[in-house]
T-cell receptor
Framework: DGGITQSPKYLFRKEGQNVTLSCEQN?????MYWYRQDPGQGLRLIYY???????QKGDIAEGYSVSREKKESFPLTVTSAQKNPTAFYLC?????????????FGSGTRLTVV | AQTVTQSQPEMSVQEAETVTLSCTYD???????LFWYKQPPSRQMILVIR??????QNATENRFSVNFQKAAKSFSLKISDSQLGDTAMYFC????????????????FGKGTLLTVNP
């Protein structure tokens, strides 16, 4: 079955460490997105990529970095510069960059700073 | 910039009854798409329904229907014959129409409404 796979499901990070969240899709979608979800905040866009080797900052990109070396993969690195990284992270994709038909989401990664 | 407002943080309904979740949005765009997503306790985001702004007919998917009022910028979701499995967080989302998907043309979400269906 086609879909988006996020791993790991749960991730624990020590203060000052960088961690990378994996997102892989086999839907042949052009565009991919990373959202952060906090209680009472809805979903906020971190980064997005409309094509391989290109990506753009979203609304809350500070302290995060991404790469898009392959169409199928869009990993997110949470750096030590991110002051409050504890959150639920959702990866999504859309068949076209316009997103007219909505996004398909992965099952998320819960990141906790310990 | 677009904004999406869901004014009901929490709602509850009895099984088999009907419930309506509210959503308003603010935009200067004339063509756009609206969505309702469901996030059950598993936290998997599921697309419930999609509405094209240039279509006057309200979208319907089985027990889910919308009341789209373009002039009022309102997009409510009605769930009929509520089931226990409908218990979830519901998000309203908006994206402007774009030929190329530029920097402003991304899916914007409201803060969500937590719906609990009681037996």
């Amino acid at each position: 079955d086609g879909g988006i796979t996020q791993s790991p499901k749960y991730l624990f990070r020590k203060e000052g460490q960088n961690v990378t969240l994996s997102c892989e899709q086999n839907l042949n979608h052009d565009a991919m997105y990373w959202y952060r979800q906090d209680p009472g905040q809805g979903l906020r866009l971190i980064y997005y990529s409309q094509i391989v080797n290109d990506f753009q900052k979203g609304d809350i990109a500070e302290g995060y970095s991404v790469s898009r070396e392959k169409k199928e993969s869009f990993p997110l690195t949470v750096t030590s510069a991110q002051k409050n990284p504890t959150a639920f992270y959702l990866c999504a994709s859309s068949i076209e960059p316009t997103g007219d038909y909505g996004y398909t989401f992965g099952s998320g990664t819960r990141l906790t700073v310990v | 910039a677009q904004t999406v407002t869901q004014s009901q943080p929490e709602m509850s309904v009895q099984e088999a009854e009907t419930v309506t979740l509210s959503c308003t949005y603010d935009t200067s765009e004339n063509n756009y798409y609206l969505f309702w997503y469901k996030q059950p306790p598993s936290r998997q985001m599921i697309l419930v329904i999609r509405q094209e702004a240039y279509k006057q007919q309200n979208a319907t998917e089985n027990r889910f229907s919308v009341n789209f009022q373009k002039a009022a910028k309102s997009f409510s979701l009605k769930i009929s014959d509520s089931q226990l499995g409908d218990t979830a967080m519901y998000f309203c989302a908006f994206i402007p129409f774009s030929h190329s998907g530029g920097s402003n043309y991304k899916l914007t979400f409201g803060k969500g409404t937590l719906l609990t269906v009681n037996p």
